[in-house]
């Protein structure tokens, strides 16, 4: 088997994750937090779109990470995202994690928002 070591560009991936933190370009953040083309920051959950529609031209793909199962978001919450014209895929956030960082090693344009598990 050919092993090939993944780089990453600007944006820096999802290195683990636990109960309540994930940890980010080498970095532990605890709570729900963000990744965007801008950096990584604390999130503030569904009622918090202003960063997430801010990027919108930034990204095709946004993914929601709900926590350790895949659950619904807010009617509200995927109504102003898509307004902005940013496209959202619902998954529990350890798959969620695992898809930005392959899509992000082939320099796709996504961001993340996790709940913690």
């Known amino acids: 088997m050919r092993m090939n070591e993944v780089t990453y560009t600007d944006a820096v991936p999802v290195e683990g ?9 080498g970095k532990v953040h605890e709570g729900p937090v963000a990744v965007l083309p801008t950096g990584v920051s604390a999130w503030g959950g569904y009622g918090d779109t202003e960063a997430l529609t801010a990027i919108a031209d930034e990204i095709d793909v946004l993914f929601v990470g709900t926590g350790s199962e895949i659950a619904q978001i807010p009617a509200g919450f995927r109504a102003a995202l898509e307004a902005a014209g940013v496209g959202v895929e619902i998954m529990g956030s350890p798959a969620a994690c695992r898809t930005y960082n392959v899509l992000l090693s082939e320099g796709r ?6 709940i913690p598990v």
């Open 17 to 25: 994750y636990g109960p309540g933190f994930f940890r980010i370009g």
């Open 109 to 114: 344009r996504i961001a993340l928002a996790l």
